[in-house]
């Protein structure tokens, strides 16, 4: 029920905002479409590998104290730092 409304919701949202109706900016970006699609994957298979996204898993889990969030945040920053340093040394 409340997935389907979410999930409609997202769409609806962005289908919104691309055809300028919902305010703001149009931001461009030169990443290929094909990646940006390979990415959302990425994202997505990690948040159900995770239980959980990062978000919510730092705000939400945290906040109650929970000791799987707690190790999954802390994965979650060691990942995006080494890979944030990985990046800079060798994409540039």
Not at 42 to 50: I, M, N, P, Q, S
Not at 61 to 89: D, E, Y
């Amino acid at each position: 029920g409340w997935r389907l409304v979410y999930a409609l919701g997202l769409i609806l949202g962005a289908m919104l905002w691309w055809l300028g109706l919902a305010g703001g900016q149009q931001q461009a970006t030169t990443v290929p479409a094909w990646q940006l699609l390979v990415g959302g994957f990425f994202v997505g298979y990690g948040a159900r590998l995770g239980n959980g996204c990062t978000s919510g898993h730092g705000i939400c889990g945290l906040g109650s104290l929970q000791w799987p969030s707690l190790m999954a945040v802390l994965t979650f920053m060691a990942t995006a730092f080494l890979t944030a340093n990985l990046a800079a040394r060798f994409l540039a």
